[in-house]
Nanobody, 114 residues
Framework: QVQLVESGGGLVQPGGSLRLSCAVS????????MGWYRQAPGKQRESVTT???????NYADSVKGRFTISRDNAKNTMYLQMNNLEPEDTAVYYC????????WGQGTQVTVSS
């Protein structure tokens, strides 16, 4: 059973940057599609960005040009580089595979404050 653990959240000022990491137990190559999701207070969970095993990416319009998803197969790790952060990016961020069932971990808190 593959497990994913996200980390790297924190408190940053608007315009700042963070890099989130998602450590995958087992082989990351067994995951066809995986990505980052977030849930802000009072809002539903949403997909931020996804990446396929072949490297195809997709981004929500709200983060295009600011966030970059990547995966390092040798390290069994997926990353989310977050630049030019905005207060609206404040949320709990989760990594997950796009497969059923989707089991959610603890997430990592990203807070953008001014």
């Amino acid at each position: 059973q593959v497990q994913l653990v996200e980390s790297g959240g924190g408190l940053v000022q608007p315009g700042g940057s963070l890099r989130l990491s998602c450590a995958v137990s087992g082989s990351i190559n067994s995951i066809v599609v995986m990505g980052w999701y977030r849930q802000a207070p009072g809002k539903q969970r949403e997909s931020v960005t996804t990446i396929t095993r072949g490297g195809m990416t997709n981004y929500a319009d709200s983060v295009k040009g600011r966030f970059t998803i990547s995966r390092d197969n040798a390290k069994n790790t997926m990353y989310l580089q977050m630049n030019n952060l905005e207060p609206e990016d404040t949320a709990v961020y989760y990594c997950n595979r796009n497969a059923w069932p989707m089991n959610w971990g603890q997430g990592t808190q990203v807070t953008v404050s001014s």
